[in-house]
T-cell receptor
Framework: GAGVSQSPSNKVTEKGKDVELRCDPI?????LYWYRQSLGQGLEFLIY????????KSGLPSDRFSAERTGGSVSTLTIQRTQQEDSAVYLC??????????FGSGTRLTVV | GIQVEQSPPDLILQEGANSTLRCNFS?????LQWFHQNPWGQLINLFY???GTKQNGRLSATTVATERYSLLYISSSQTTDSGVYFC??????????FGTGTRLTIIP
């Protein structure tokens, strides 16, 4: 597509439930990233996929968080047993080489 | 890991004024980007500038890699320039480390 598409745009979930967030990157972009932005804060790196290489999961805050990227395209970020501190905007970006970062509009997750 | 500091944290200006935003980073980088996050949360890539100077309309940026800082200049500011400006850096891969941003408010 023309841009990075994320869904849903908003998600309200009860504490303890699992959620799945989806990212559809720009066609042909080999790299895909997930970041998290808490209210009024900067962006916190979560996970990075580059081509067929093993993903860099060094930013995932706990084992409740996981992500996969199927067929080198669409990615899903899964949060199990959500907690209130997981509430944030989850941003996905894709790129094709340095400097071509393009962000999606994000998913605002609220855990109640 | 690399530390990124931005200043000032907040800036309020009258429409038409000029501004300079600063980004300091703690280690060598081969990737530095400036982003604008508009009031609706969308992040827009402004510049890829690991070194040197670039200009795009009323915006320009300069990075002095040897001294580990970058500057973003906004001239003749407009209300649409309001939002948060982030500097982000990396070395060796594309995983960016973001600063905490400068919140710019342009008053009509």
């Amino acid at each position: 597509g023309a841009g990075v598409s994320q869904s849903p745009s908003n998600k309200v979930t009860e504490k303890g439930k699992d959620v799945e967030l989806r990212c559809d990157p720009i066609s042909g972009h080999t790299a895909l990233y997930w970041y998290r932005q808490s209210l009024g804060q900067g962006l916190e790196f979560l996970i990075y996929f580059q081509g067929n290489s093993a993903p860099d999961k060094s930013g995932l805050p706990s084992d409740r968080f996981s992500a996969e990227r199927t067929g080198g395209s669409v990615s899903t970020l899964t949060i199990q047993r959500t907690q209130q501190e997981d509430s944030a905007v989850y941003l996905c970006a894709s790129s094709l080489g340095l400097g071509s970062y393009t962000f999606g509009s994000g998913t605002r997750l609220t855990v109640v | 890991g690399i530390q990124v500091e931005q200043s000032p944290p907040d800036l309020i200006l009258q429409e038409g004024a000029n501004s300079t935003l600063r980004c300091n980073f703690s280690d060598s980088v081969n990737n530095l980007q400036w982003f604008h996050q508009n009031p609706w949360g969308q992040l827009i890539n402004l510049f890829y500038i690991p070194s040197g100077t670039k200009q795009n309309g009323r915006l320009s940026a300069t990075t002095v890699a040897t001294e580990r800082y970058s500057l973003l200049y906004i001239s003749s500011s407009q209300t649409t320039d309001s939002g948060v400006y982030f500097c982000a850096v990396s070395f060796g891969n594309e995983k960016l480390t973001f600063g905490t941003g400068t919140r710019l408010t342009i008053i009509p």
